[in-house]
């Protein structure tokens, strides 16, 4: 079972929650969706992308405590900085929706409604821990106390300062309300569960058929086995969307910010005059990209609601590794983070570096450890010197002395090898292998920049004319058909590679078949600009440093 031609694909990546800026933790998941997307529209696939801000749940409840505004100021802040970061880093989705819409809720709701009258909820008497002094029951979040594996000031869910343990709420010591300081009290409450070991057997077989990543496949199939539970689908908190029929409670963050994927394409359907049904219903192959952190909610809880709806299950998740800093775990309360407006747009940082970076500098599956230097090194040595080196070298010289595209036809040795990436870069994207696609294309230029030397242009000029103007064709050739196959990595670059070649149109509508397609002798050639420019030593130490100053600086405070 692979992708064809005729597949309904939709894309969809993990959807940023609305409580914070866009770091680089982000990227790992956005950029290589997009750019799977891209490959996907190159290689002549139908294929859809949506994502949107993931607004509810307690942590942004508490969050807009903090700040002093209602949690509906807090998520339109974030839904407006993502959707701007989409656009600017080129991530190209068809819709980028929220879950804080009317559209979503009613899907959201709809899904719940559902499952409840296939008989996979029940609702049952449970004791919640409960403040007396704010009168409201403590959802997680809404709970602290002592860890009781380090001792350490422990959150409701996890041991976010001690050992990072997962927990669950009844394990903490001394719980108190978050708010105020009271002690937690016991108190029961009805609540809404999910049955979810009613699909067990469902769930072992969606996951060993699943592609995507091996990561995700063997991580739900260990938990599976180990035997599934009941799953709380109900919150008593004040900011979500209302439980059907049980208007008091809200739907569990987690039980319906998933939904999101269906509610955002029956948007976009909605205003294009698409049928999201050719995704949900009749066929359709879904495609999650998501971070490591999430693969429980997308191989397990997600399926089972989309099992148990009668919807489709995703055809493909795709995990990425984890990303470090400095070889630290990602955290912004430690420090350990790059912002993608304060680090990157706001320092004047080329975002198609940044896309490259991403995609390029290790294997999807592996963790990505983010140090200034190695950033420099990739785009230094790579991006300047070989792509940039190879497109301003041929394009100049071909400017400098013919100003247009010269006679000629393409020949076996340039053919074979942009046979060769293509076929390399299919296979490559298909098995998620970003690196690998990318590398190809870069193979390429490396070829170019020998081939130029080799035909020595500025020799042959003043010989053989004729011989030179074949030889700067073979060389034209295979940068048009860069521009196609890098344009997945790096849209806005491929697009001025493609205007420097005084192609019309854009490159984001071409087709692997356009990279052999013969350029026009004797069209004017515009003069070349440089693609990129070298980040110097001096400006890489400063941003370095700058990031040693907020480790520093989180570390006093944390003293
Ligand atoms: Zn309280
Ligand atoms: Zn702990």
């Known amino acids: 079972m692979t992708l064809t031609k005729s597949d309904k694909i939709l894309v969809t990546c993990g959807l940023p929650y609305s409580n914070g800026t866009a770091h680089i933790g982000h990227l790992r998941t956005y950029i290589p969706g997009d750019a799977y997307v891209r490959y996907l529209k190159r290689f002549g696939f139908d294929v859809r992308f949506v994502c949107g801000s993931d607004t509810h749940g307690a942590p942004i409840e508490l969050a807009a405590e903090e700040a002093g505004i209602t949690p509906q100021k807090l998520v339109e802040k974030y839904h407006a900085h993502f959707k701007n970061i989409f656009e600017i880093l080129n991530i190209g989705v068809d819709f980028y929706g929220t879950t804080e819409a009317p559209y979503h809720y009613k899907r959201a709701q709809t899904i719940i409604r559902t499952l409840e009258e296939n008989g996979y909820v029940e609702a049952r008497d449970v004791e919640l821990p409960y403040c007396n002094t704010c009168k409201t029951f403590l959802a997680d979040r809404f709970l602290v106390g002592t860890c009781p594996y380090?001792?350490?000031?422990?959150?409701?869910?996890?041991?976010?300062?001690?050992?990072?343990?997962?927990?669950?709420?009844?394990?903490?010591?001394?719980?108190?309300?978050?708010?105020?300081?009271?002690?937690?009290?016991?108190?029961?409450?009805?609540?809404?569960?999910?049955?979810?070991?009613?699909?067990?057997?469902?769930?072992?077989?969606?996951?060993?058929?699943?592609?995507?990543?091996?990561?995700?496949?063997?991580?739900?199939?260990?938990?599976?086995?180990?035997?599934?539970?009941?799953?709380?689908?109900?919150?008593?908190?004040?900011?979500?969307?209302?439980?059907?029929?049980?208007?008091?409670?809200?739907?569990?963050?987690?039980?319906?910010?998933?939904?999101?994927?269906?509610?955002f394409t029956e948007e976009w359907a909605r205003q294009t005059g698409a049928d999201w049904k050719d995704y949900w219903i009749q066929g359709g192959k879904v495609v999650n990209f998501i971070g490591a952190d999430i693969v429980y909610h997308h191989a397990v809880f997600w399926p089972a609601i989309l099992k148990g709806v009668n919807y489709n299950t995703p055809y493909a998740i795709v995990a990425s590794g984890m990303v470090k800093v400095e070889g630290h775990g990602l955290s912004k309360s430690r420090g350990f983070v790059i912002d993608i407006e304060e680090d990157f747009i706001k320092q004047g940082i080329d975002l198609d570096s940044v896309r490259y970076y991403i995609l390029s500098y290790t294997g999807h599956t592996k963790d990505l450890d983010f140090v200034w230097k190695d950033f420099q090194s990739k785009l230094n040595n790579e991006l300047v010197g070989i792509l940039g080196n190879y497109a301003y070298r041929v394009l100049l010289f071909i400017h400098k002395n013919f100003k247009k595209i010269p006679e000629g036809t393409l020949e076996t040795p340039v053919d074979k090898q942009i046979d060769e990436a293509v076929n390399k870069i299919h296979e490559a994207f298909h098995d998620f292998k970003f690196k690998e696609a990318v590398d190809a294309t870069m193979q390429l230029a490396a070829y170019g920049n020998v081939l130029f030397q080799q035909c020595e242009p500025w020799k042959t000029i003043k010989l053989d004319l004729k011989q030179c103007q074949n030889d700067l064709y073979q060389c034209l050739q295979l940068l048009k058909a860069i521009a196609i196959l890098i344009e997945p990595a790096l849209p806005s670059i491929a697009e001025r590679i493609w205007q420097q070649l005084g192609q019309k149109g854009s490159v984001h509508d071409t087709n692997v078949e356009n990279c052999k397609e013969a350029?026009?002798?004797?069209?004017?050639?515009?003069?070349?600009?440089?693609?990129?420019?070298?980040?110097?030593?001096?400006?890489?130490d400063k941003l370095a440093t700058g990031l040693n100053t907020r480790i520093e600086s989180a570390r006093s405070k944390a003293n």
């Open 519 to 540: 350029l026009k002798a004797g069209a004017d050639l515009p003069k070349p600009e440089v693609l990129f420019t070298k980040i110097p030593d001096e400006a890489v």
């Open 150 to 263: 380090c001792g350490a000031l422990a959150r409701g869910d996890e041991c976010d300062q001690g050992c990072q343990r997962y927990l669950d709420a009844d394990q903490l010591i001394d719980p108190r309300c978050v708010i105020c300081g009271s002690p937690a009290i016991k108190r029961k409450t009805r609540h809404h569960f999910l049955k979810l070991p009613a699909f067990t057997d469902f769930l072992i077989k969606f996951n060993e058929q699943l592609k995507g990543t091996p990561l995700a496949r063997n991580y739900a199939l260990g938990w599976i086995r180990q035997g599934l539970k009941d799953w709380g689908i109900s919150r008593d908190l004040k900011w979500g969307i209302p439980y059907p029929g049980d208007e008091k409670l809200v739907l569990y963050v987690w039980a319906e910010n998933y939904a999101g994927y269906i509610s």
